[in-house]
């Protein structure tokens, strides 16, 4: 069961430079999410969607766009990299119904540097 | 969310149980506790969650006790693959209809001897 697959699974950038994280999911989940982890820090929401074509803030979105064209998929960009952007980036899956009541599945990260 | 307090760290020897305490003393009557775990450089993982009864899988059980203001995660037989930061988070139904993030603190790890 693939369960949340992050690509790439590390990624070295250089200040400036843009790209694009996916995460793909199989369990026909309706919300995704994308959380940062810092270094000795608990994750931090970025950027959720509660629906194929619909995005939201979380608590840290400056610097970071989503999109989720698909509902498998949620795509994760950095237009202009800053170094204070290096961070190990999480997606996150779940249910919609009784949302509160759904746990969320984490895909192993996304390890990014920007030099 | 309630804010929710846990110790930084906790050791046990392998093959007992593991205990892990967290206290929510402003947990309110729709907030679910859940428990997660990370281990080192993988993703969170999904232990169990309740929100009244006490709660029992393959993983854990979780006492919560009867006014919710704290509860206990526990691992039945430690083994060392169990060492991990242990997240508990509380966890209500917003604006988002549920979709909000989980607020992750700064857990306990456990450390598991042989």
């Known amino acids: 069961n693939a369960g949340v697959t992050q690509t790439p699974k590390f990624r070295v950038l250089k200040t400036g430079q843009s790209m694009t994280l996916l995460c793909a999911q199989d369990?026909?989940?309706?919300?995704m999410y994308w959380y940062r982890q810092d270094p000795g820090m608990g994750l931090r929401l970025i950027h959720y969607?509660?629906?194929?074509?619909?995005?939201a803030k979380g608590e840290v979105p400056d610097g970071y766009n989503v999109s989720r064209l698909k509902k498998q998929n949620f795509l994760l960009g950095l237009e202009s990299a800053a170094p204070s952007q290096t961070s190990v980036y999480f997606c996150a899956s779940s249910h919609s119904l009784d949302g509160s009541n759904q746990p969320q599945h984490f895909g192993d990260g996304t390890r990014l540097s920007i030099l | 969310d309630a804010k929710t307090t846990q110790p930084p760290s906790m050791d046990c020897a392998e093959g007992r149980a593991a205990n892990l305490p967290c206290n929510h003393s402003t947990i309110s009557g729709n907030e679910y506790v859940y428990w997660y775990r990370q281990i080192h450089s993988q993703g969170p993982q999904y232990i169990i969650h309740?929100?009244?009864n006490n709660e029992t899988n393959e993983m854990a059980s979780l006492i919560i006790t009867e006014d919710r203001k704290s509860s206990t995660l526990i691992l039945p037989h430690a083994t060392l693959r169990d060492t991990a930061v242990y997240y508990c988070i509380v966890r209500g139904a917003y604006s988002g209809g549920g979709a909000d993030g989980l607020t992750f603190g700064k857990g306990t790890h456990l450390i598991i001897q042989p």
């Open positions: 309740g929100l009244k």
């Open positions: 369990m026909n989940h309706e919300y």
């Open positions: 969607s509660v629906g194929e074509g619909t995005t």
